[in-house]
């Protein structure tokens, strides 16, 4: 996507990686509507480091139960008209610090930001940090994904692919990987030490090359699912809006439930997180962007 690789420093990626993680799970904690001011301050510290980098951000702010809650965007155009979206939600569910969900995904959206500000690029590139991905507002009007893809497909913005960075923190050499669907465990993986890429139909070209490219371009392995939307899971993330308003997403997980008992708890915590395999997937999907 981009013309021009920059320097990868995985030491300086960790290093990232835990910060943004510590500052969203454990100094913010619980992210959503009814935990007063948290939304607010986990926006105002992504937003903050975005502006360090260079950036120009635009809240995309709307009202949700009585509240202002914003997404907050940034955009590299590019020369061909055609836009490649990467996001992330950072909000939790009431109870969790929301570790690897998805203050993972997060911070794995900052780092690619912060990579690629010094290049150019093809296509425009947009950077979106999406609020309320999480019940009750998940597939509502409320979901902030959701409130962004109604914006571009009202705008007729020709989107070629939405990347959604959903949980990418948590590995495991464990046979503890589980499946939908029993005899998946035939075909992929036992232990829980790959990254998943996954799309519904009409995104499988895209399933196929960002697969084989983060294989190619880093340390872990990657495996995919091309699948009807509503099977395993798959649409319980951000690209589920964009499928929603008719354009090709996939999503980037650890699989989630599937792999991660913290799912959703407590238990959710940074010292559960694997930040060397974390490094890795920024690593495939940043020199995979640049290809793409």
């Known amino acids: 996507m981009a013309e021009a690789k920059s320097e990868f420093q995985k030491e300086v990626v960790i290093r990232n990686l835990y910060q943004h993680v510590e500052q969203l799970s454990v100094e913010i904690g619980e992210r959503h509507l009814w935990e007063?001011?948290?939304?607010?301050?986990?926006?105002?510290?992504?937003?903050?480091?975005?502006?360090?980098?260079?950036?120009?951000?635009?809240?995309?702010?709307?009202?949700?139960?009585?509240k202002t809650v914003a997404n907050l965007i940034i955009e590299k155009k590019g020369k061909e008209?055609?836009?490649?979206?990467?996001?992330?939600?950072?909000?939790?569910?009431?109870?969790?610090?929301?570790?690897?969900d998805n203050a993972s995904g997060l911070a794995g959206l900052l780092e690619l930001a912060r990579l690629h500000q010094t290049l150019s690029n093809r296509k425009t590139l947009v950077f979106a940090a999406f609020v309320?991905?999480?019940?009750?507002?998940?597939?509502?009007?409320?979901?902030?994904?959701?409130?962004?893809?109604?914006?571009?497909?009202?705008?007729k913005t020709p989107v070629e692919v939405?990347?959604?960075?959903?949980?990418?923190?948590y590995f495991s050499k464990?046979?503890?990987?589980?499946?939908?669907?029993?005899?998946?465990?035939?075909?992929?993986?036992?232990?829980?030490?790959?990254i998943g890429v996954v799309g519904n139909f009409p995104s499988r070209k895209y399933v196929s090359r960002i697969k084989k490219g983060i294989k190619k371009n880093s340390n872990i392995n990657a495996c995919s699912l091309t699948a009807p939307e509503f099977f395993g899971g798959i649409n319980l993330s951000d690209n589920y809006s964009f499928w929603h308003h008719g354009y090709r997403a996939i999503m980037i997980t650890d699989t989630s439930f599937f792999r991660n008992k913290n799912y959703h708890l407590e238990t959710d915590t940074i010292d559960t997180l694997h930040f060397d395999q974390m490094a890795e997937v920024v690593r495939g999907l940043h020199l995979t962007l640049s290809d793409l």
């Open 36 to 66: 007063d001011g948290s939304l607010g301050r986990a926006a105002e510290y992504i937003e903050s480091i975005l502006t360090s980098h260079g950036y120009e951000v635009w809240r995309q702010t709307y009202t949700c139960y009585g």
């Open 174 to 194: 464990e046979m503890i990987q589980t499946y939908p669907l029993p005899g998946m465990a035939f075909f992929y993986p036992k232990r829980g030490d790959y």
């Open 132 to 155: 309320n991905e999480e019940p009750p507002s998940f597939g509502s009007p409320h979901m902030g994904s959701m409130v962004y893809a109604k914006h571009l497909k009202d705008l």
């Open 162 to 169: 939405m990347i959604s960075l959903e949980m990418i923190g």
């Open 81 to 100: 008209k055609e836009v490649v979206i990467v996001g992330a939600h950072y909000d939790t569910v009431p109870g969790t610090p929301g570790a690897d």
